[in-house]
């Protein structure tokens, strides 16, 4: 029977952050968080972003004539 009012003293409360193991559980997890692969992820496509704005505006300066097959091999050859 002393087992039994252990029990129930520890249910008596209302669980808390720090006493709820999911909750503490959550906390750590977020703690713990480190998103390095989005991070790099994210970097890659802003690179890829600035690459295709550069090749843009390379053309524009370039004012090439999209219709000449020449000039778009030639372009394709830089590529």
Request: charged letters at 25%; aromatic letters at 6%.
């Amino acid at each position: 029977s002393g087992c039994g009012s252990l029990m129930s003293s520890q249910f008596s409360f209302v669980p808390t952050a720090s006493t709820n193991p999911k909750a503490a559980l959550k906390s750590k997890i977020v703690a713990e968080f480190r998103p390095q692969s989005l991070i790099d992820e994210l970097l890659l496509y802003k690179r890829s972003e600035d690459q295709i704005e550069l090749k843009e505006k390379q053309l524009s300066t370039m004012r090439v004539d999209v219709c000449s097959t020449e000039t778009l091999k030639c372009l394709k050859g830089k590529a």
